[in-house]
């Protein structure tokens, strides 16, 4: 295979984690699948395949544990609102005391968690372009 289609094939492999936006889990799917069909081809296709999936399985499983960390905050600041448990009959939530910081820090860190990705992966890809590898920073190596 020509070098420039190796490029180009590897800079495809990482841009395609982009299809995540589209439908559930196409960050993880379409570069497995891209990934698959071209890692026979060449050595150079196939590392990056593997540290694109990795970094993919990675991210999602960190967003995974972020947002498991979202429902204590949002349980707990519905909970401490209640005025009176003995009186079901009056139970008043006061959204002016709700954990808005709480929810809100949660949020912009999920925020700049999906921008420090996007870059990542543009990054990743340009660097496929010109023929370089790349190594995902704090990627778990699911696959060897």
Excluded: C
């Amino acid at each position: 295979m020509k070098q420039n289609n190796e490029n180009t094939n590897a800079f495809l492999i990482h841009i395609s984690a982009f299809a995540g936006f589209i439908f559930p889990f196409g960050n993880i799917i379409t570069p497995l699948i891209a990934w698959q069909t071209l890692k026979d081809r060449s050595s150079f296709l196939d590392k990056h395949g593997k540290e694109a999936i990795n970094f993919n399985i990675s991210y999602s499983l960190y967003i995974f544990i972020l947002t498991l960390s979202f429902i204590p905050v949002f349980i707990g600041s519905i909970f401490r609102n209640f005025d009176n448990l003995d009186n079901f009959n009056h139970i008043n939530i006061n959204f002016e005391t709700f954990n808005f910081f709480g929810i809100m820090g949660i949020a912009s860190l999920a925020g700049i968690v999906g921008i420090i990705k996007i870059a990542l992966i543009i990054i990743a890809a340009l660097k496929a372009k010109e023929g370089e590898s790349y190594k995902y920073p704090f990627t778990i190596k699911f696959i060897k």
